[in-house]
């Protein structure tokens, strides 16, 4: 009786424990089941996965939509990038609202959605479901929902962790609290560790750790430590690696920490922390007064072994490539083209992976004027992006975003040759498709129109004829 359907339903909605007899009865009809409250649909839930999984199948999909729309999104800046929105602003997103409301205060849901986006992080290897397990827990914390925070053995791994990635930056306190939780595991409840890492493996943790690495790098340099010699750093690295190892470890079912790779330490960090001092060297050179010798250039080789660990080491990789965002952010361009060549060739391609080529991108706006040099054009486009341009589309809607921020930055010719090897092909997306046409039609704009070319004024300058005082 559609009429006295509502009461009934709100009836429903406040009884503790609904009979497992009218339950049926409401899944069984999908007009009675559209229709009744959260609050009983909770219940059929929790016995019934597969019900579940159909609702929040759609939710997860929305959530990487949006994840990787941000990624490829037509703004590019340094102000604001992927990681600029606070944890608590990401949050109060729409999928994460409606989760959060989905799970209520019932544990055997939470454990639900957490094995869906541990299957689905195994399935896919998208980092993005990571960045749900952390947000999904804040969420609730944010609503004090204890019943379920206190069963979570990460709740105050991630409560902590999260300050620090409001922050963007480890400070000591948090990584001695970090730290006791990691030493603080148990024999025989190593499985803890699966989903440590992650909460570590959200790229917003890694961002984090990463920018907290460089910034620990340069002062040390400023203190003429190295790197073994710092605890907070070797706590970084050891975050890092477990948050890089996350798959391996889900993977695997093996729960113990990555080992630390000693030649991280001992060799990789200080051949960073030498690159920061040829910058103060060469800084210091161009002050000083010139002699007979003429101005000293700037090292233009990079290590052998650099290259080396980039390609073969999947933490100094991470690391190598947060130094090169650093100096690109700080506008060295020189230090910048020195090491790009290094780039070609990554531990499974993290250069062209989405999160670093959006930063990347964003960052060379502050190098807009560069992009008038040929040379800078070609080691940036031929000598990085169009390696991979072909084989990744990615890559492909990448450099176009870059390309329809800076265009008018950039050579004629260079711009022409650029267009040419850009084109799409009749493999590529649609997304590529687009912005090739929005590319194309700026470029068309700024041509100047036929007319203007035919009629090009003399440079001859004629003189009015002026009546002389004699004539007068």
Known sequence: MPSIQPVVMCVMKHLPKVPEK?????MADKD??????????????????ALFGDEVSPLLKQYILEKENTLFSSDLSVLHNFFSPSPKTRRQGEVVQKLTQMIGKNVKLYDMVLQFLRTLFLRTRNVHYCTL???????LHDLDISEICTVD?????TWCLDACIREKFVDNKRARELQGFLDGVKKGQEQVLGDLSMILCDPFAINTLALSTIRHLQELIGQDTLPRESPDLLLLLRMLSLGQGAWDMIDSQVFREPK???ELITKFLPMLMSFVVDDYTFNVDQKLPSEEKGPIPYPSTIPETFTKFLQEHR???EVGLYYILHITKQRNKNAFLRLLPALVETF???????IFLHLLTGNLTLLADEFALEDFCTSLFDGFFLTACSRKENVHRHMLRLLLHLHHKVAPTKLESLQKALEPTKQSGDAVKELYNQLSEKLELRKPSPAQVVETPSMELTLPTVPTPASL
């Open 22 to 26: 009218k339950l049926k009865l409401v």
């Open 32 to 49: 009675l089941y559209k229709a009744c409250a959260v609050e009983v649909k909770r219940q059929i839930w929790q016995d019934n996965q």
């Open 133 to 139: 397990r952390a947000e999904l827990l804040m969420s």
């Open 153 to 157: 053995p990460c709740h105050k791994f």
């Open 260 to 262: 630390m790779e000693h």
């Open 315 to 317: 933490i100094a990789c």
């Open 348 to 354: 499974s391609d993290l250069a062209f992976s989405d």
